[in-house]
């Protein structure tokens, strides 16, 4: 089958398109350093063309609500209408666990648009939210750090390994649309300012953690608003287990 992956130079993407690849499909490979752009429809149509099923991995930097909204409303519409005349018949979102239990982060707000669209939308599809991943706390970590000092949430979340999510982003695009997954997280919970000490000690760092929700990341985040409902899908690989296969 040919499957596009949108976002495919992105940390999910590349892994997504690699299963694939290893399950004999021809994937078709979309960013804007590849030459199309999901937010101006560049290039879409001739990327899309023969599809079957289109993944979307793509991400916004935008740090502000309405930013957020416009880039993934204009990529999904851009990604459903492209998709449509392509005569796609499988559109895989992935997403983000939670986010309607979250009014004030600006990239949920994008997500929960994404979805809105998606669901909505004229090709068969499947949205699967996924828990953070499990190099989620060493990326909120760099957001803040200067001077040998960081700020971040002790978020409860229930990460899940990269690879683990692209091999189930690939297995689902292969296959029939679901509607709206039951969510896809890792093996166990863990604290986020915790998740960020082992992860920069693993890399030799000395870097200060300062647990704070007056960030990105607000109060309404905490307790077991970011954790997986009941009967998601869990992923098998530890992030004591992603942590030691980087160290090694
Ligand atoms: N981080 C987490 O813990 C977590 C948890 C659950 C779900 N998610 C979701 O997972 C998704 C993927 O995240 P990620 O960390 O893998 O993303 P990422 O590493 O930031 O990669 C984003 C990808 O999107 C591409 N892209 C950005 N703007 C584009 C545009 N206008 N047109 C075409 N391609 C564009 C980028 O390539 P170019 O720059 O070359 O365009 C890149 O390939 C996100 O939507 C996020 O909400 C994240």
Redesign the pocket.
């Known amino acids: 089958m040919r499957i596009v992956v949108?976002?495919?130079?992105?940390?999910?993407?590349a892994l997504t398109a690699a299963a694939l690849e290893r399950a004999g499909h021809e994937v078709v490979r979309?960013?804007?350093?590849?030459g199309?752009?999901?937010?101006t429809g560049e290039g879409l149509d001739d990327a899309l063309a023969g599809a079957g099923a289109v993944v979307d991995?793509?991400?916004?930097t935008a740090a502000d609500p309405a930013e957020t909204v416009a880039f993934f409303g204009a990529?999904t519409r851009n990604l459903l209408a492209a998709g449509q005349r392509a005569g796609v018949r499988h559109h895989v979102l992935?997403?983000?666990v939670g986010i309607d239990r979250v009014d004030g982060n600006a990239?949920y707000a994008g997500?929960r648009e994404q979805e809105r669209l998606v669901a909505a939308g004229p090709v068969p599809w499947t949205i699967v939210p996924?828990?953070?991943?499990h190099d989620?706390a060493e990326?909120v970590a760099g957001w803040t750090e200067q001077d040998g000092t960081a700020v971040l949430p002790p978020l409860l979340v229930r990460p899940v390994a990269p690879g683990d999510v692209a091999d189930v982003l690939a297995e689902i695009a292969a296959g029939a649309p679901q509607g709206r997954h039951p969510g896809l997280a890792g093996p166990g919970p863990q604290d986020l300012v915790d998740m960020a000490r082992r992860t920069l000690a693993a890399r030799g760092r000395e870097v200060r953690l300062v647990p704070s929700w007056d960030g990105l990341f607000g109060a309404e985040m905490a307790g077991n608003v970011l954790l997986p409902a009941e009967g998601a899908r869990i992923a098998p690989t530890s992030f004591e287990a992603w942590l030691a296969a980087r160290r090694g």
């Open positions: 949108a976002g495919a130079t992105g940390n999910i993407g979309v960013s804007r350093s590849l199309v752009d999901v937010v991995a793509t991400n916004s990529a992935l997403s983000i990239h997500k996924a828990t953070q991943f989620f990326m």
